[in-house]
């Protein structure tokens, strides 16, 4: 009888060429995406220095590129939002860094503390929020690279759970 707790492997796996890949300079999976940012969140070294706070604008700044993608850090006063939008073409991963943020979507609210990750496919409409009283830090990759995002008008579910 087989089962799954009858695999055993013999001998060193890493000797077994064809199962080896070499490292990947740069992600390429959604996956691998969402592990850049967790990478990133990890190492605050590598963006705290770089946070500024705007009272009268949304703070961004482009961390990093590779082919095909782009890593954006943003910070949120209370109160700041983005409006409710979609990324035009691009995939995305968010990643809040630093205090809270909600997303709204026609669906309802979502609570995003800090090391909460969202991932979204091209076309996803949402609008995200610092309604909490401390200022807030996020990270977003962008795969394609963002080229656009387009606004939209607000939606009766969204508007309710503004």
């Known amino acids: 009888m087989n089962s799954d707790n009858d695999l ?7 000797e077994v060429p064809h199962l ?3 490292p990947r300079e740069h992600p390429s999976t959604v ?6 940012a967790r990478s990133i969140a990890a190492d605050r070294s590598q963006w705290e220095h770089l946070v500024r706070y705007d009272a009268s604008s949304r703070w961004y700044h482009r961390l990093r590129t590779g ?10 006063v209370p109160g700041q939002a ?8 691009s995939s995305g991963v968010l990643t809040v860094l630093d205090g809270a943020l909600s997303e709204h979507t026609e669906r ?5 503390g800090s090391g909460a990750q969202r991932v979204f496919a091209p076309g ?11 200022p ?7 795969y394609p690279g963002l080229t656009e995002m387009p606004m939209h008008a607000a939606r009766c579910a969204v508007a309710e759970t503004v």
């Open 8 to 14: 055993q492997i013999a001998g060193d796996i890493l």
């Open 20 to 22: 080896l890949q070499p």
């Open 31 to 36: 996956a691998e995406f969402a592990g850049l």
């Open 67 to 76: 082919p095909g993608y782009e890593v954006w850090l943003l910070s949120w």
């Open 82 to 89: 983005s409006g409710l939008h979609d990324h035009g073409g």
């Open 108 to 112: 309802g609210t979502r609570a995003l």
């Open 124 to 134: 996803y409409v949402h609008e995200v929020v610092n309604d909490a009283l401390e």
């Open 136 to 142: 807030a830090v996020s990270l977003h990759i962008y």
